[in-house]
Structure formats: structure tokens, C-alpha cells
């Protein structure tokens, strides 16, 4: 009997070892959420080095440029009016003289509205274009970020340390350089002094 009660007892361990691994089998896994792939790009550095953005820099300073020397030529032109109406007071009338100084005053705030006119007109086209290739810079990123797999891009900027593997800049403006060469730069709505067309010379 007690031989027999062993064997009943052995019996029932290796039941419920088997019914065990029974439940252990059956029993959904538990899957570990896998990390996600984070990469980082220099948006200013896109900008900065791509074609494009090359470009872009280059048309504003086209502009600058222009605009620089046509306001210069009209201040000049109102510094000499300025200085010669200083030495005819002597021998002008007062209403005379008052009238002069008045005309040359309208001229002074002309030549400041059209200033002040041309930088605004010139940071709009600025902002337009530079809002278009922030646009193309978006949409590379994300295809780059999508063909390795990354669930989440951050700027360079945000981040303090960083293995530079994860640095995906270079490959943004490979691509952007032969999807876009150059980004359309709006002509300035300004009006210079002396000047019909706000375009640089050779430029229409």
C-alpha cells in the first residue's frame, strides 16, 4: 500500500507539472514594446548648406544689394540739396526759404517710406521663400526618417548630447539637393527712389 500511495502521489505531481505547462503554453506572452528609433536633423544646417538654400541667401543679397545703392544715391542727392539750401539762407526771403525747407522735408519723409517700404517688401519675399523650402526640408525628412525606420525626428537644436549616428542631416540634403535646386524668391513689391522696376538690373 505504501509502495502504491508513492506512485499515486508521483503520479499526481507530474499531473499537475503537466497541467503547468499546460497553462504556460496557452497563456498569452507578454511582448516587450520595442524602443523606438529616434533621429535628429539640422534644419539650419539643411537651409543653410542645401542648393536651395544657397540660392535663396544669394537672391535676397541680390536685392540687398540694389536696394543699398539706390538709397544710398538718394541720400546723397538729399545730403547735397540739404547742404546747398543751408548756404543760399543768407540770401533767400524767409517764405522763400521756409518753402524750400518744406519741400525738402517732404522729400526726406518721402525717402524714409520708401525705405522703410522697400526692407518690409524685401523680408516678405525673404519669409515667402524661406517658408517654401521649410516645407520641401519637412517633407524630405520625413521620407528619410520613414525608409530607417524612426518614430521620432528632433531638431539638433533641442538636443544637448547625441551618438552622430542618429544625425540624419547629411542624407536631407543630399536628397533635397536633387529633388530642388533652387526656391522661386518672390520679386519685392518696393518702390525706389528713382527706380520703375524693384528688380536688380538684368533681373525680370
Given at each position: 500500500m505504501a509502495a502504491f500511495g508513492a506512485i499515486r502521489m508521483v503520479a499526481g505531481v507530474v499531473a499537475l507539472l503537466m497541467s503547468g505547462s499546460a497553462l504556460a503554453q496557452t497563456a498569452p506572452a507578454k511582448s516587450a514594446a520595442a524602443p523606438a528609433i529616434i533621429v535628429i536633423v539640422d534644419a539650419a544646417r539643411v537651409q543653410r548648406e542645401s542648393v536651395a538654400g544657397k540660392g535663396l541667401v544669394a537672391e535676397r543679397e541680390r536685392y540687398q544689394q540694389t536696394y543699398n545703392t539706390e538709397f544710398e544715391n538718394a541720400r546723397k542727392q538729399l545730403q547735397a540739396a540739404e547742404q546747398d539750401l543751408t548756404k543760399q539762407r543768407a540770401t533767400l526771403a524767409s517764405d522763400v526759404f521756409q518753402e524750400k525747407v518744406r519741400t525738402?522735408?517732404?522729400?526726406?519723409?518721402?525717402?524714409?517710406?520708401?525705405?522703410?517700404?522697400?526692407?518690409?517688401?524685401?523680408?516678405?519675399?525673404?519669409?515667402?521663400?524661406?517658408?517654401?523650402?521649410?516645407?520641401?526640408?519637412?517633407?524630405?525628412?520625413?521620407?528619410?526618417?520613414?525608409?530607417v525606420g524612426a518614430g521620432l525626428v528632433l531638431h539638433k537644436q533641442q538636443v544637448f548630447l547625441h551618438d552622430e549616428r542618429m544625425d540624419i542631416t547629411p542624407q536631407v540634403i543630399e536628397r533635397l539637393n536633387k529633388r530642388l535646386?533652387?526656391?522661386?524668391?518672390?520679386?519685392?513689391?518696393?518702390?525706389?527712389?528713382?527706380?520703375e522696376d524693384a528688380a536688380p538690373k538684368g533681373k525680370k
Open positions: 525738402l522735408n517732404a522729400r526726406i519723409a518721402e525717402f524714409q517710406r520708401q525705405y522703410q517700404g522697400a526692407v518690409r517688401a524685401l523680408d516678405k519675399s525673404t519669409a515667402t521663400a524661406s517658408n517654401d523650402l521649410q516645407k520641401a526640408v519637412v517633407g524630405v525628412t520625413s521620407e528619410v526618417a520613414s525608409e535646386s533652387s526656391i522661386p524668391f518672390p520679386v519685392p513689391d518696393a518702390h525706389l527712389p528713382g527706380v
